[in-house]
C-alpha cells in the first residue's frame, strides 16, 4: 500500500488543522492505520491508531481528549483531526499502515507516507 499524507501547516496556538492520509491498494481496510510524529532532534513517536473497522482507537497521553483519529474505507483514506494545537505538537507528521493487531512502536509498521508539517506558533 502506498501513502500519501497531506494537510499540514502553520496555525495558531488554540488553533485546529485536519491531517489526512489517501491510501492506495484495495486492501486499505485490512491494515491497522497510526499517526506517528517527529519534531526536530527527537525519535518518531506514536501519535494515534485506528484499527481496520474503525470503531478502537488509541492515543498519545499528550493529544488524548484533543486529536482525533478516524478512517473511511470507502475512500482509503485516514484522518487525524487536531485541535487545540501547543506549540509542543509542532513536528513531521507521518501516517502508518501495519498488518496485525496494535502497535505503539514505528518499527512494527509496514508502510509509510513521506510526512507533512504542522507547525504551532505561539
Known amino acids: 500500500v502506498q501513502l500519501q499524507a497531506s494537510g499540514g501547516g502553520l496555525v495558531q496556538a488554540g488553533g485546529s488543522l485536519r491531517l489526512s492520509c489517501a491510501a492506495s491498494g484495495r486492501t486499505f481496510s485490512s491494515y491497522f492505520m497510526g499517526w506517528f510524529r517527529q519534531a526536530p532532534g527527537k525519535t518518531r513517536e506514536f501519535v494515534a491508531a485506528?484499527?481496520?473497522?474503525?470503531?478502537?482507537?488509541y492515543y498519545l497521553d499528550s493529544v488524548q481528549g484533543r486529536f482525533t483519529i478516524s478512517r473511511d474505507n470507502t475512500k482509503n483514506t485516514v484522518y487525524l483531526q487536531m485541535n487545540s494545537l501547543k506549540p509542543e505538537d509542532t513536528a513531521v507528521y507521518y501516517c502508518a499502515a501495519k498488518t496485525g493487531g496494535l502497535g505503539y512502536g514505528p518499527s512494527l509498521y509496514h508502510y509509510w507516507g513521506q510526512g507533512t508539517l504542522v507547525t504551532v506558533s505561539s
Open positions: 485506528i484499527n481496520w473497522s474503525g470503531p478502537n482507537t
